[in-house]
């Protein structure tokens, strides 16, 4: 089962509508449920998508080192991808992580889904909770 948030989903969808026609690719982050400031009625080691990385961070040295400096250290095990022409599952050419979700048009409730890195497809479960506020200290 994957978790996320409806913020994080929802934001994820508007840079894909955004986007298109071309193709996104987005490392997602995670929060465990113990960090919230609400019971979420999960284990309290149990990841939730709350973040992603912009997909330019790091681009610079990435393309020149094949090395992806613009994922956090620990973080990025999970990772948004698009097919704006493409079907609702997981291809050859996605970058792949330990769950990828996968977004089609028309970028609504009905128009993505989690899957795993051999594109099984998993249950989603979409939170309507804020993610804990970070500081930067």
Do not use: C, N
Not at 61 to 85: C, E, K, L
């Amino acid at each position: 089962m994957v978790y996320v948030t409806r913020g994080l989903l929802d934001v994820l969808l508007d840079l894909a509508e955004d986007a298109e026609p071309k193709e996104l690719d987005v490392t997602l982050s995670s929060t465990p449920a113990e960090k919230f400031d609400t019971d979420l009625g999960l284990d309290p080691e149990t990841p939730v998508l709350t973040h992603f990385v912009l997909p330019e961070a790091g681009w610079p040295v990435s393309a020149v080192f094949g090395m992806d400096i613009g994922t956090p250290a620990g973080r990025g095990r999970a990772r948004f991808v698009t097919h704006p022409q493409g079907r609702l599952e997981v291809t050859q050419r996605d970058h792949l992580a330990a769950v990828v979700l996968v977004a089609v048009p028309p970028w609504d409730e009905r128009s993505y889904a989690a899957f795993d890195r051999s594109g099984r497809q998993l249950e989603l479960v979409v939170l309507d909770v804020e993610p804990p506020q970070e500081s930067l200290a």
